[in-house]
């Protein structure tokens, strides 16, 4: 029998480092023939993950550009993919979450009449501006879809009530897969600040910032809140990885930099941000991401969001919206570092978002969809 060409698509940081495991796991079963496509919506970000995991994508976009707005993305993806899909004929094209990469690649193949996967399928707010533009990307990618990789049962129920219960698999999400091979106690720190931290005697806080409804008011507020922290609280070293955008790395500077407890480093590799998280004292992230990883490992996190499309963790006490107001972002970061009790209530590990299985019951769904086995394939359960 002819096996099933399934092409993944992924185009940023956090596609590839969820997609990664993926494409491994694919490429080891018999019925799949697997093609990977980068749209390079990120550039070093992006081959910093394809490096750590050993990917070598059969097509490359290319299609960073500084400062690039969602049309050139959009565009540039449209027309790339219309060519690579025309050549390499996918039975099925895999998107992942809610980049512009995801929504642009999942209207290529729909405009190419080929069968379209969302993975992390079904997460929401219902806010269309918040997180932007990626409520609407993940909204249009679930309408376009055929197969929905939904990581919660609480996403699954999301698309039901959109009328979605065709073609949908409870899977966990990818990320707790990746989450297996770069967490090690022995690491190593290829940055070597990271290896000279006082991760026991210090209250080390790993920020990062970098989503663009926070560009302007809320990331000043937000980092205002942080040098507040740093320079109340003479235990607190703040390590914050800079995102690569320039508006970001802008704000950074001018409220974060020279001061000695505030590391302002360049973007770290995937196995560095997981181990940091490992062994900092807590999280402060506006990334969705950071927000399924930390719990994992037993991190509470701050949101610096008005809003979360990943519940579960909120609902198990590991995450609280801290929001970008400045007073509640130091109220909540206070309690966590002066008060041992609030710590000890947040800090237990919790795994709401995957199991270590979702690529294996992605797979097995591909095949069960394309006629390849019988049995329905197994649902994750938190
Ligand atoms: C994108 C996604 C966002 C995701 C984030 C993860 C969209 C609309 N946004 O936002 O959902 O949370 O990635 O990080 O899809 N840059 C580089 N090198 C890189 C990466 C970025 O120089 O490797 C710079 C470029 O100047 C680029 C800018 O960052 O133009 C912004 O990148 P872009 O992908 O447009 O937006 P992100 O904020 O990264
Ligand atoms: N990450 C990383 N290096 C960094 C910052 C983040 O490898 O310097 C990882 C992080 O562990 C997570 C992913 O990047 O797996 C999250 O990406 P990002 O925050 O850029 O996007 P989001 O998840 O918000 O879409």
Redesign the pocket.
Known sequence: MKPIRVMSVF????EAIKMAPLVKTLSEREGIESLCCVTA???????SVLEIFQITPDFDLNI???????ST?TTKCLLGLEKVFAEAKPDLVLVH??????FSSALAAFYSQIKIGHVEAGLRTYDKYS?F??EM?RTLVGDLADLHFSPTAANRDNLAREGVTKGVFLTGNTVIDAMATTVRPDFRFPTEILNRLDYKGKTVIAVTC???ENYGAPMEHIMTALRWIVETYPQVELVYPV??????RQAAGKFLSGHERIHLID?IDVEEMHNLMARCSFVMTD??GLQEEAPALGKPVLVLRRETERPEAVSAGTVKLAGTDEETVVTLASQLITDKAAYDAMAHAVNPYGDGHACRRIAEAVEYAFGLRTAVPEQFQA
């Open positions: 185009g940023t940081r956090p919506q990120h550039r070093e970000m992006l081959d960073m550009e500084p400062g690039q707005t969602l993305i979450g809610d980049t512009t990469t995801a997180p533009p990626e990307n970098h989503r663009r995102h690569l955008s320039p508006v970001v973007p990334s969705g």
